[in-house]
């Protein structure tokens, strides 16, 4: 039991950090630098991923031994599409301001590579138990650079990060970073800064490599 | 994988019933679902929508308390209760004690970046603009969306002269009834606003009713909302 | 067609056998700008000397620090980032807030050459691409024109804090492209040509501006063709529209005088690492760049269109030279 709790553990920090489907794996461009042009539109959009990826890893992890393989990416289009459709009428009920905000990206959620991908690579191989710790991971992973990206160009772009005034009136706003190229911008220049940190690290790791190998 | 799949995978193809069936089977199942759903969200959903265009009429219509849908129809206005596809409505604004006020008339139209879409309030016995509200837009960020960021601009059209037709002058320099401070920095967006009220008035203004003669407020469906409820 | 230096490969000989070395051309360019440089501070005054420092300093420090360790000394000798520096400065608004002149020279560096490899290796202008990054971000204070005023006057805007707007308070003015574009007036082949108007630091003086260039035409740092090609394509394509309706389009005078054009065409389009090798090639990318600026001045959203020109054919550059690669001597056409 504690090893299989390891295990998930395991599996959900690989999503967070080590394979985060942004930075690592650069999957889910398209809403990624669509919607991220305020903090409050990356949680939206976050969450909406979120839950349809958490349900579909879970129905394809349930299903999987029903589920011929020749059919199989069919299925899990029609179980993405299902949970897709679901989201976009309750935001569209609930929070018809963030609905209107992230516009035609909600329906585009099906076609977002990284929860098919999760499906395929992942969920149809493993226990629901794995398949939902790595679909948390996956989309807490894909939260978290949602968020970070919508908030820089949210405090550069408006002065504000979730609404809230940072700089008072005269702040002169970046008006690129609201637009699609400011989007292109920092997501590039965060793909650098992760990998500048990944090279680091294994500089680190090599370093401490080296001096344990001396000492022993 | 399991077992049974892979002696499945040893003994042949699945047969094609198979198949089918295991997608006929996932497209009923996700039908059902999305059905109820969608059942489930219809009312809100219809609410928020008639809410939103309840705020934006009463916005560019000051004084208004209560609203119903035209139609232009054989030459005249007439009431409509019931949306039909392809129509284009307009909207009558009338006060607390059910005099006619004034139509609210929604436009689109190109502007820099893509289609605005404008509503605003027009008084036909004044022969005035007196609100413009936007309904949608992707103007830039900072520049364009000041058309309905900045309140200087946005009060260009509290009283607005549509004789012989508005036109939009360099921020500061207006001087006639009939004339519009533009943004500096987005003499684009605001000329596009003009553009797009001179059309809907072109449009519009030939098809109204005289002044005095408009549609009466029909008691009983007041607002849309109610409308709907009764269908 | 990854060629380290292609130039050797593809020009036969006999060589040129003139020391010619990156820091040389840099001083011969500054040598050549010298004039324009001066002319904009003494017509906008200290602030705009306030300004090229910012932007000259801000390049040097960010290609410091972007630089590996063991090549730091170099770069700080050849001179390309001072270069790139007042480069940018002079296509600056006068007031605009110093804090936005070290983003643009910051961005012009890192973005526009280091990240791709350093001096050399960048596909497009540097200076035009911190310029392009400021005017889409900072699109009011980029426009914001002043009037030359008082030598010692310095607009206060500069001086805003980082992060905030910078409010005008010396005499704003329509550069003579505004002016043209939102309220077809013209204004005086006199004044285009001395740069007493309102405009980019320098860019108001077309007089300064041709002198430079004469003086690296003589010294052979620059390809006549480009300037040429532009400001001929351009007049031509100018000349044109003004027979259709002269009330509406600036003529060919105007056209080659005002706004960035002279600037551009004699001291960006020509850096030699963003144009076209061969002569053939070259002329594409001038008549480009002049065709592309008349359109987009014209027909355009915004007054100038230099920079995009510039830019786009900067993308365009790689294409034009795989395209007009001239035949090897003794094989057939296909020249792999």
């Not at chain 1, 992890?61 to 989201?87: E, Y």
Request: glycine share 10%; charged share 20%; with cysteine.
């Amino acid at each position: 039991m504690a090893k299989s709790e390891k295990q998930a553990y395991d599996e959900f920090i690989k999503g967070v950090w080590r394979e985060n489907p942004v930075f690592v794996q650069v999957l889910g461009m398209c809403p990624m630098l669509a919607v991220t042009n305020s903090a409050i539109n990356g949680v939206a959009m976050g969450m909406a991923t979120f839950f349809v990826l958490m349900g579909s890893s879970f129905l394809v992890s349930l299903l999987k031994n029903l589920i011929p393989k020749q059919v199989r990416i069919s299925c899990f289009i029609i179980i993405i599409a299902t949970f897709v459709t679901v989201v976009d009428y309750v935001l569209l009920a609930t929070l018809p301001g963030i609905h209107k905000e992230l516009g035609a990206f909600i329906p585009l959620i099906v076609a977002n590579c990284l929860i098919l991908g999760r499906q395929e690579a992942f969920a149809s191989r493993n226990t629901i138990r794995m398949a939902l710790a790595d679909a948390l991971g996956m989309a807490a992973g894909f939260l978290f650079a949602l968020v970070a990206l919508g908030g820089i160009r949210e405090i550069l772009g408006e002065g504000k990060l979730f609404g809230i005034s940072l700089f008072g009136d005269n702040f002169e706003p970046w008006v690129i970073m609201i637009l699609p190229p400011g989007g292109f911008i920092t997501l590039g220049l965060m793909l650098l800064f992760f990998n500048w940190l990944e090279e680091k690290k294994k500089k680190l790791d090599a370093q401490v490599a080296a001096t344990e190998g001396s000492d022993l | 994988m399991s077992e049974e799949k892979q002696a499945a995978a040893e003994a042949g193809e699945p047969s094609s019933n198979r198949l089918v069936g295991t997608l006929a089977v996932a497209g009923l199942l996700s039908g059902i679902i999305i059905i109820t759903v969608y059942l489930a969200t219809f009312d809100t959903i219809k609410e928020n929508k008639a809410r939103e265009l309840r705020e934006a009429v009463f916005r560019v219509l000051p004084g208004v308390d209560k609203m119903q849908r035209f139609l232009h129809k054989e030459g005249a206005l007439v009431v409509s209760h019931v949306e039909e596809k392809g129509e284009k409505p307009i909207y009558g604004g009338y006060d607390k004690a059910g005099k006619f006020v004034g139509y609210a008339i929604p436009n689109a139209g190109p502007g820099f970046q893509d289609t605005v879409s404008v509503l605003y309030g027009y008084k036909p016995a004044e022969r005035v603009v007196v609100g413009m509200w936007i309904l949608d837009s992707r103007e830039t960020p900072g520049l364009g969306d000041k058309i309905y960021k900045d309140a200087e601009f946005v009060a260009n059209f509290d009283h607005l002269s549509v004789d012989p037709k508005i036109v939009a002058v360099k921020k500061g320099r207006k001087a006639k009834p009939n004339e519009v401070d533009a943004i500096t920095g987005a003499t684009i967006s605001s000329k596009a606003v003009v553009r797009i009220i001179n059309e809907g008035n072109e449009r519009w203004l030939p098809k109204l009713s005289k002044p005095g003669l408009e549609p009466a407020l029909e008691k009983v469906e007041a607002t849309p909302e109610k409308a709907e409820a009764e269908k | 067609m990854t060629q380290k230096d292609p130039k050797l490969l593809i020009q036969p000989g006999p060589q040129l056998r003139q020391q010619m070395t990156t820091p040389a051309v840099m001083r011969d360019v500054w040598y050549a700008l010298a004039p324009t440089t001066l002319a904009g501070i003494w017509f906008f005054g200290i602030g705009a000397l306030l300004l090229l420092i910012t932007c000259i300093a801000t390049a040097v420090l960010t290609e410091w620090y972007f630089s590996p360790e063991d090549e730091r000394r170099y770069f700080l000798g050849d001179g390309s980032a001072i270069l790139t520096g007042l480069l940018l400065g002079l296509t600056l608004p006068p007031a605009l807030p110093l804090w936005m002149a070290v983003v643009g020279s910051a961005v012009a560096i890192g973005v526009g050459k280091t990240i791709w490899g350093g001096v050399g290796s960048n596909l497009f202008n540097p200076a035009l691409v911190g310029r392009a990054f400021l005017l889409a971000t900072f699109p009011i204070a980029m426009t914001t024109w002043t009037a030359p005023g008082d030598f010692f006057t310095m607009p206060s805007s500069i001086f805003a804090l980082p992060l905030m707007t910078g409010v005008v308070d010396t005499v704003t003015q329509a550069s003579p492209l505004g002016l043209m574009k939102f309220e077809y007036t013209d204004t005086g082949f006199v004044e285009l040509l001395f740069g007493n108007t309102s405009g980019s630091l320098g860019e108001t003086s077309g007089l300064l501006l041709i002198l430079g260039g004469l003086y690296l035409w003589w010294r052979r740092d620059l390809d006549w063709r480009i300037p040429v090609g532009i400001l001929a394509t351009a007049m031509a394509f100018s000349l044109a529209l003004y027979m259709m309706d002269s009330g509406r389009y600036p003529g060919p005078i105007f056209t080659a005088l005002s706004g960035g054009m002279l600037l551009g065409a004699i001291f960006m389009a020509t850096d030699p690492v963003t144009s076209p090798l061969t002569p053939k090639g070259i002329w594409i990318f001038a008549v480009g760049i002049g065709f592309l600026v008349v359109l987009i001045r014209v027909f355009g959203g915004f007054p100038e269109g230099m920079m995009y020109a510039i830019l786009l054919m900067n993308a365009a550059t790689p294409l034009i030279d795989r395209y007009t690669q001239p035949r090897v001597f003794g094989r057939g056409l296909d020249t792999k």
